[in-house]
């Protein structure tokens, strides 16, 4: 946990962001049709799910390392990893829907990857449901913890399965060829990578601040 | 194998006291019936539905909503039904693995049980031609298993953290929509009596997920039941 203290990472994340920024909306991309300057949303909307998909493993892994150990920071630690998962969850949900609005031409076309990600959506707010609904802090911190354990590989079916399993329209599903496959070039990369990077990077540091809040709390409710 | 010893016992036990008072069974029995026979009633009145083209689909459809109602029902007592201090004793002689186990296969044998009765009841008041009775039939079987083991994990979850109704729905119901999806996909070409092969691929997503579940909860349970 010394790591979450460290200065340069939070550094390399703003100075990574700050370059997408450039790189993402001045350098060329490939010109296809439907597509056009849209494919640009590749370095904003992939990253969001990257940024929470990190915070959602690091969540799991400190649920597992509760249930070890039964240490109350673990389980402050797993929940703010959700909290900031879920705010990146409705980050990539809405630059999806506004890519969707001018490709497939409505915000929400009842697409199955859409569909998919709504319902895990569902699943994590389930688990904040679930949270409040038991008082005793102990047993809050292992309920959650087994029930944010059991979501996560279901979340993954659901999101990264399924879709691609049916007739989506999304890239990488059904058939259709991923960015990857034809016109992720090596312009394009020296925009994505970073952008994968410094947005997990971000996602990390909100939910290590969100944690460090938390953990002040903690230490001046308790009894000593 | 102390484990299979243990889980053969705690299943004869689930059996016996079922067999005594039959309460589970009777009571779901009734819950399907009576369902079906609202839904037969409530059709029935707008005459000419039954040879209407949407009909199959409807058929299909409304089959596992009742199935998926009638089983939210009979999983959440498999809990709740258990006195505090009869868990105790059983955690006392047996292993945690061995009671979610038992649990699972004891909701795989009656939910297996209820959905055949169930689906009689229902061709009976509903007449529909099935394409290929045999895969439907599987199907039905396929559903039965994967709502057991989903809807034992979330009870044994739900009854831990205050027991209400809203919670095990809440809990439930965005891990059941995948499976559910699959089976209606899966029991719409086998009622079409599409070629078999087309349905592999939902049957594989629904072993998947059957085996994903089954094994967080013997991961997660004996964490769980510790109090």
């Known amino acids: 946990m010394k790591l979450i203290y460290q200065t340069w990472w939070k550094v390399l994340a703003v100075l990574l962001i700050f370059s997408t920024l450039i790189t993402g909306l001045l350098f060329p991309v490939p010109k296809l049709a439907i597509l056009h300057e849209t494919i640009r949303n590749l370095y904003f909307h992939v990253p969001m799910w990257m940024g929470m998909l990190s915070v959602f493993v690091i969540s799991v892994f400190y649920s597992v390392k509760y249930l070890n150990t039964g240490k109350e920071e673990y389980d402050l630690a797993s929940v703010e990893c959700v909290n900031t998962g879920l705010l990146f969850y409705s980050l990539g949900l809405i630059t999806g829907m506004l890519w969707a609005k001018y490709t497939w031409g409505e915000f929400w076309s009842g697409d199955p990857k859409q569909n998919s990600a709504a319902i895990a959506f569902l699943l994590y707010c389930a688990y904040l449901v679930l949270r409040n609904s038991i008082d005793e802090e102990q047993k809050r911190a292992k309920i959650s913890a087994i029930y944010n354990i059991f979501a996560f590989p279901i979340m993954i079916v659901l999101i990264f399965v399924l879709p691609r399993m049916t007739d989506s329209l999304h890239p990488g599903s059904g058939g259709n060829p991923a960015f990857g496959k034809y016109d992720l070039d090596s312009r394009m990369k020296v925009a994505f990578y970073p952008a994968m990077l410094g947005w997990s990077l971000l996602a990390v540091w909100i939910a290590t601040i969100r944690y460090r809040i938390r953990l002040i709390e903690y230490k001046r409710n308790s009894i000593d | ?227």
């Not at chain 2, 119901?173 to 691929?201: C, E, T, W």
């Open chain 2, 1 to 227: 194998m102390e484990l299979f010893d243990q889980t053969l016992h705690l299943i004869k036990k689930e059996i016996l006291l079922e067999w005594r008072s039959k309460y589970a069974f009777n009571g779901v029995l009734l819950y399907v019936v009576s369902t079906v026979f609202v839904c037969y009633i409530s059709f029935s009145l707008s005459k000419g539905f039954a040879g209407s083209q949407g009909y199959p689909i409807v058929w299909n459809v409304l089959f596992w909503i009742i199935m998926l109602f009638a089983s939210v029902n009979a999983i959440a007592k498999s809990f709740i039904q258990e006195s505090k201090s009869r868990l105790l004793y059983y955690y006392t002689i047996a292993s945690p693995q061995a009671i979610i186990l038992s649990k699972t296969i004891y909701n795989i044998l009656l939910m297996s049980l209820l959905s055949i009765l169930a689906l009689v009841v229902y061709m009976v008041f509903f007449t529909n031609t099935i394409g290929d009775p045999l895969f439907y039939f599987l199907s039905v079987l396929v559903g039965s298993i994967s709502f057991s083991t989903v809807f034992t994990m979330i009870s044994a979850i739900a009854s831990k953290a205050g027991n209400n109704g809203t919670l095990m729905a809440i809990l439930s119901f965005p891990v059941i929509i995948p499976v559910i999806l699959q089976l209606i996909h899966l029991s719409k070409n086998a009622m079409y009596g599409l070629d078999r092969s087309l349905s592999y691929g939902n049957m594989g997503v629904l072993g998947a997920i059957n085996v994903i579940v089954i094994a967080t909860s013997l991961l997660l349970f004996p964490y769980l039941w510790r109090d």
